[in-house]
């Protein structure tokens, strides 16, 4: 199975990421998890994304774009996975669809985690990450409805969107998710 998730900072994507990728024993593919993680290991690419993520900002396209495409080339993405915060502007999404072209390969569902802007805010200052200062997590609702919020339209228009209350507790949110993708998984096969 091929998955994207999006939601906003907090709305609980990581968890219920990690958690669905074990479940389906497909790969987890992180962008903010990757980001970070060259930030904090001092690669040439951290150097090029600090400050971008720091402020709540999108790093470029292109720099994402590329990342994706490394990654969806890597052995264990062969038996599925999950993009986890990607694709969020309305480019990635259009590269995507080409990459995945290229791959011979289709991507099954998007799950939007609904939350609240004002419960984003506060599960974000609560966990307090290197990029969850209140300004810059205000940068990511503010980003969130201008730049991916649109995209969902894109998806929504080919029957690929499965969206779920991200308010409720964690899990139940997973078990709605299983739930939802066990019974489309027919249908996936069928696409
Ligand atoms: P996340 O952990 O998914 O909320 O991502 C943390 C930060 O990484 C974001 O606020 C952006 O600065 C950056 N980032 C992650 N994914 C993307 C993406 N698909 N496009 C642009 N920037 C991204």
Not at 95 to 102: G, I, K, S, Y
């Amino acid at each position: 199975m091929r998955l994207a998730i999006l939601g906003g900072p907090g709305a609980g994507k990581s968890t219920q990421a990690e958690q669905l990728c074990r479940y389906l024993d497909i790969a987890w593919i992180s962008t903010g998890d990757m980001l970070r993680g060259a930030i904090a290991t001092q690669t040439e690419l951290g150097a090029q994304v600090k400050a971008y993520v720091e402020k709540g900002d999108l790093v470029p396209d292109e720099i994402m774009i590329e990342l994706i495409r490394q990654r969806l080339l890597q052995p264990d993405v062969l038996k599925g996975w999950l993009l986890d915060g990607y694709p969020r502007t309305a480019f990635q999404a259009e590269e995507l669809d080409f990459l995945l072209d290229a791959l011979g390969q289709k991507l099954d569902r998007v799950i939007w985690l609904e939350v609240a802007e004002a419960e984003l805010m506060q599960r974000s200052i609560e966990r307090s990450r290197l990029d969850d200062q209140p300004d810059a997590v205000q940068r990511r609702i503010e980003l969130l409805q201008a730049r991916t919020i649109p995209i969902l339209e894109y998806y929504e228009y080919r029957q690929r969107v499965l969206k779920i209350d991200g308010n409720q507790a964690p899990e139940q949110v997973q078990q709605e998710l299983r739930k939802m993708l066990g019974d489309i998984s027919t249908d996936i096969k069928n696409l």
